[in-house]
Nanobody, 124 residues
């Protein structure tokens, strides 16, 4: 089993930056792809970014491409999401997810392990 704990969510102004962290425990995730998803009020959970086990392959939703960067530190069993140029539409609960194999995917069904989420609110 893998336990995931997100942190770093907070209130930030439009145009600001934020870095989310996802700490994994219970199992090393260095062999697993990892992803970030988000869910805004009244909307379905949506893909944000994903990274392969070695970090060599990344995927991004069009809405965040060029503004967000996913990275991982396998020595720390942690995945990050650097978010720059934040917009009000980025407001959501952000969830970290771990796959059970290497590679990366935008599909939530790829990921059997999920964290509890961290709230990001972008205010103007």
């Amino acid at each position: 089993q893998v336990q995931l704990v997100e942190s770093g969510g907070t209130l930030v102004q439009v145009g600001g930056s934020l870095r989310l962290s996802c700490a994994a425990s219970g199992r090393t995730v260095s062999r697993y792809g990892m992803g970030w998803f988000r869910q805004a009020p009244g909307k379905e959970r949506a893909f944000v970014a994903a990274i392969s086990c070695g970090g060599g392959m990344t995927l991004y939703a069009d809405s965040v491409k060029g503004r967000f960067t996913i990275s991982r530190d396998n020595a720390k069993n942690t995945v990050y999401l650097q978010m720059n140029s934040l917009k009000s539409e980025d407001t959501a609960v952000y969830y970290c997810a771990a796959a059970s194999q290497c590679g990366s995917s935008a599909g939530p069904s790829w990921y059997p392990y999920w964290g509890q989420g961290t709230q990001v609110t972008v205010s103007s």
